[in-house]
Structure formats: structure tokens, C-alpha cells
């Protein structure tokens, strides 16, 4: 049985006249362990689709299935703990004026109860922050210390599937690599799952097992890592890989 499962899932966006399907007969599965990248051009979906997961948006119709069930129209709480979503931008992720920790316990007790309490320490030493840290407001660290500190949010409330979108864009390329290693090793080692977007092949392949490609809200090639990197079938997955060695030239000749 898959862990997550979505079938024929759509969305379209209306506004000032216009609509848009951001989502049009999405079919994906997320097995267990298992870190499926989402890549695709600005606008493919991919957002849309994180959101659908995480219950922070409805589709128009479709069906999510989480272990073989049918994720509800209005979910339990359990199912909110379940799937963990890790923005870009992680300052504004927490409250501007309250410590780190403050935050993650608030985020631990909602999702899991009072009786719940974050073992700070611990958790900042999983994402290899100092735990005096986590007594400080957001806006007194780095940006890439923010993100460690929404990731050890995210594991602190116990998810079974972490949902990362673009989680390292906002960061210089070093702070990246430790990103991309930490998910890696949370998921192996806490038997968690993603799904991780990012518009940057290079980035997912150093993190997915497989890779799913969307193009205007639909998935137009899928399958294991290697495979879509050294010989992808479809041409605009071959535009996507030749977009990302234009960067890392222009990078080397920098
Ligand atoms: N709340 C909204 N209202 C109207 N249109 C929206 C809304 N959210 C997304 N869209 C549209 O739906 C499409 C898919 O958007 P989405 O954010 O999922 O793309 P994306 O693949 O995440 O892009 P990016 O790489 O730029 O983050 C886009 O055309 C976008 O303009
Ligand atoms: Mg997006």
C-alpha cells in the first residue's frame, strides 16, 4: 500500500476574470521512506499541489488517499500532524515577535496536545543548531538557521510526510548543501517521507528518489532519479536540465 496517493486531482484558480488550471488530472504516489521530487517551470503546479497535500487548499475534484484512505473534506488534527509543510521563506514562517521555541512548542501542543513538550535540545542538536539559539526571536537569526529551526518545527510535531517547497531558494548555495543533507537524514533515519519541490534539478537530485516533472498542471514525466537526470524522455525535461548547467556554468565562470 502507498503511503500518499493522488488521483486525477485538479484545481483552477479564479481571479478578476481569469481562470487558471493550476492543477489538471494530477496522478502521483509517495511510498513509505520514499522522497519523490517535483520539479517543473514557475506556474507548473507544483505549489498548488504541496498545498492540496497539506489540506491548506481544496481541489475541484480528485481524491487523495493517506494509507489507502481517503483523506476527509474536513481533516482531524491527526492528519494536519501527518504532513508537515516547510516554506521558503522560514523567518516569516514564525511568529516575528516570539523565541523559536516558543513558536515550536505552540505548533507541538496544537498539533499534539499539552501534554506534549518539544525536547528543545534535542531538536536543535538533530538540525546541529546550539539550543540557546532557539531563545531567540527569528528576526536574530540567519536565514538558513531560521530554516533549520522550521524543519526541527516540522519534526517535532511527529509527521509521517514532510512537505518542502523551494525550502532552499532563499539560501546561499554552502547553507543549501546542509539543508538538503539534513532532510536527507531525517527522512532516512526518522522513516519519513517527502515530497520536495524545486524548480532545480540539481538540487533534487541530490535529495529524491524519484522525480516527478509538472508542466501547466500536469505531470508530463516521472521516474527514479538517475533516470530522469541522465536520459529524460520529453523535451521540455531536457529544457529544465539544460536551464540548470546555464546556472552552474554561469556559476564556475563567476
Ligand atoms: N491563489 C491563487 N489565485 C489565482 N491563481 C493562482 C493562485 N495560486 C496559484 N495560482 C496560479 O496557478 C498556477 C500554478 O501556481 P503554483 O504556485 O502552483 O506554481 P508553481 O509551480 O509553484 O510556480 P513557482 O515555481 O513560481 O513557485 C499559476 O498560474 C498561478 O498563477
Ligand atoms: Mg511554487
Redesign the pocket.
Known sequence: MMLLEGKNLSKR?R?SGQQ?D?LNGVDFTLAEGEILGIA??????????LKIVSGLEKADSGELLFKGQPLPQKRTKDHYRAMQMIFQDAPSSFHPRRSIASSIRETVTALRGRQAQPDMEALSELVGLTPDLADRLPGALSGGQCQRFAIARAVAVKPEILLCD?ITSALDVSTQAVILQLITRICRTGNMSALF?S?DLAVLSCVCDRIMI?NE?RVVEEGATRKIIEAPQEDYTRKLLSCVLEISNERDNA
Not at 40 to 49: A, D, I, N, P, Y
Open positions: 484558480y481571479r487558471t493550476a517543473g517551470m514557475s506556474g507548473s503546479g507544483k505549489s498548488t499541489l523551494e519541490v524548480h509538472m498542471g
